[in-house]
């Protein structure tokens, strides 16, 4: 008998899953689209608690999450590793941001050019196309399942991890899209990761990995369309390549747009009695920051869900 079922087969349902699975617990994902094919699949997953407000819940899953990647890492996780990283601000900041006591050594440094000052520390990278696929071994119960209400799913536990679609199942009126566009393009030698928040033109990121660099960006709270934009696209690899010239070139890989899952007052990670006895563990609205702060909330669910 499956003790819980996750519903949501994205990094956040995976993580949790496998924290499940860890505790002793029985556990099926039910999954709407292959894990591959998820949002999860579309982020550039460098860690970063991007758009997320500093109280103290987010500041542990963030500092828990920095740490399980750091020992995955060293472990030899596929799809995973580590890359310099600097915010560069073209407004001087004077301290360090909320979430430096995650993220190790965090340095504020002199700018250059355009921007005032940067600030400098080691992020880890997850390459999401074999990470998720990673994860999907470890859990080794996945199924595709489609849903229309959370009383459907037969288990005494059931963990709510599906992202954009809680907001019907739950609802949710503060869950809404955020739209992101990223361009793939091949690696020309760039093992340093680059982040531009205050660009005029537009939120500029260049983030190398192993085998290519993800290019973007965009985060259009409230549209939820995918549909191609070829002018966007051209866009965003014209505001990198001014950034990292090196790039200039560079052959395109990919192009892809997802809708990150937003939550108006941060992401819901509760727990909910239900009839019968049941338990449903919420944990979804973690917009673009999802992996940033998903094994720190895997560990919350399970406690949650088992405790």
């Not at 959370?150 to 963990?159: G, T």
């Not at 992101?180 to 340093?192: A, K, Q, R, S």
Request: net charge neutral; aromatic share 6%; with cysteine.
């Amino acid at each position: 008998m499956t003790d819980v079922i996750v519903v949501g087969g994205g990094i956040i349902g995976l993580t949790a899953a496998v924290r499940l699975r860890e505790r002793g617990a029985e556990v099926t994902v039910w999954t709407a689209d292959e894990p591959e094919q998820t949002v999860s699949s579309v982020a550039a997953a460098v860690w970063y608690p991007t758009r997320t407000e500093g109280d103290p819940r987010v500041l542990r899953w963030a500092t828990d999450t920095y740490a399980e990647f750091r020992r995955q890492i060293d472990a030899g996780v596929p799809g995973t590793l580590l890359c310099p990283t600097r915010n560069l601000h073209r407004h001087r900041v004077t301290q360090l941001p909320w979430w430096a006591p995650a993220a190790g050594q965090v340095d504020l440094r002199d700018g250059t050019g355009p921007y005032a000052n940067e600030v400098g520390f080691l992020a880890p990278v997850a390459e999401m196309g074999v990470y998720l696929r990673w994860l999907a071994r470890q859990v080794k119960h996945v199924e595709r399942r489609v849903i229309r209400r959370l009383d459907e799913v037969p288990a005494p536990v059931v963990v709510n991890a599906t992202g954009l679609a809680a907001g019907r199942l739950c609802g949710d009126p503060a869950v809404r899209p955020a739209r992101g566009h990223v361009v793939i393009v091949e690696n020309p030698g760039l093992d340093e990761s680059l982040r531009d928040s205050d660009d005029p033109a537009g939120v500029t990121y260049v983030h190398p990995r192993s085998r290519d660099v993800v290019l973007g960006g965009s985060f259009e709270v409230g549209r939820g369309d995918t549909d191609p934009d070829p002018a966007e696209a051209a866009a965003i690899v014209e505001r990198c390549t001014r950034l990292v010239p090196r790039l200039t070139g560079a052959k395109v890989l990919a192009d892809r747009i997802g809708l990150r899952p937003v939550r108006s007052g941060g992401p819901r990670v509760e727990r909910e009695d239900a009839p019968g006895g049941r338990r449903i563990v919420h944990a979804y609205g973690h917009g673009g920051a999802g992996m940033t702060l998903s094994w720190g909330c895997a560990d919350e669910v399970t406690r949650l869900a088992l405790d």
